[in-house]
């Protein structure tokens, strides 16, 4: 016989009954719930937003607070047009945030830095190219994976440019040439495919031959910086010793011109002072003669030493030089004994 408690209440199977009014009050409220928080978005400061309404491309937003059809009616993709993006070829800088920044495989880093030359040299060449995004629209749908494709583009125009140089070129003076000439290639490329970006700057790294010829190449290299110190000391050399020597020669010359120039203006006036004594000569022979003769002994006599002057009528001459030389020789001897 079955026992019923007494406080135990028969089970009623309706109380559990699903009320579809309250089911669908509270779709109503999730789904009012999911479209409010899917109605804005925010843009960062460095970016804009591409908005697409059923996958077709509506508009572009700047940075801000916006909003959208909710429900994923429309789609916000981002794109950084504030920020300069690079990428770097032969090397890679560890932690980068873009994953084009730099080829992820080893092997494929080592062949894109390897490279063979006009002279048909081979070159180990590094660089890196820095870009912004212009237009951020057709960065978007122009392309699949528009950084992958300009790092393609990238190494292609790089070897294009080292391949119409010479290894000296590439390694030493031509180096700034080859950054112009691929940012002006590869900005090109760029603008007729519309992708988007602008080319900021091509710069060279390290630019080496192989490792295998690399010791040889160093020597080859100090020999011709030797050449060149050598070539620089002897035109410091020659720029000294010829100036100067130039300007002795100019100054024998000048001397020699202004020793010719006198010589002549004595000569003229020795011409013109004999033609003037000539004249006078023709007017008064005798008086001209004995004039000269006596112009001629006041020039002489004073430089000829010892010498006596005596009168023609003079008798005897050579008592008065005995007595002469008898007044001299007291006068040596008085003077050595003074000594």
Partial sequence: MAVTHPNTLPFDPSSFRLNPARILLAVLALLVVIGAFSSFYQVPASSVAIVQRFGKY???KEPGLHFKLPFGLDLVSFVEVRRQLKLEFGYGTRGAMNDYQYN???????????????????????????????DAKMYAFNF???QATLRDM???VMREVVGDRSIDEVLTVGRQEMEVKALEKLQTIVSTLSMGV????????????????????????????????????????YNRIIPEARGKAEQSISQAEGYATERVNEAEGDTTRFKALLTEYQKAPAV????????????????????IIVD???????PLMHLQQNQAAPAATSTNSAR
């Fill in 312 to 318: 023609d009528k003079v008798p005897q001459f050579l």
């Fill in 154 to 156: 990238s190494e292609s």
């Fill in 288 to 307: 001209t003669k004995k004039r000269i003769y006596l112009e001629t002994l006041s020039e002489v006599l004073p430089n000829i030493p010892g010498k």
């Fill in 144 to 146: 699949l994976e528009p």
């Fill in 58 to 60: 509506l508009t572009t």
């Fill in 198 to 237: 602008h080319i900021d700057q091509v710069q060279l790294g390290n630019v080496n031959p192989p490792l295998e010829v690399k010791d040889s190449f160093d020597e080859v290299n100090r020999a011709q910086q030797q050449k060149e110190s050598s070539i620089n000391q002897a035109s410091g050399e």
């Fill in 104 to 134: 992820q495989d080893q092997g494929d880093m080592e062949l894109e830095k390897n490279m063979v030359t006009g002279d048909l040299n081979a070159a180990v060449v590094e660089w890196v190219v820095q870009f912004h995004i212009a």
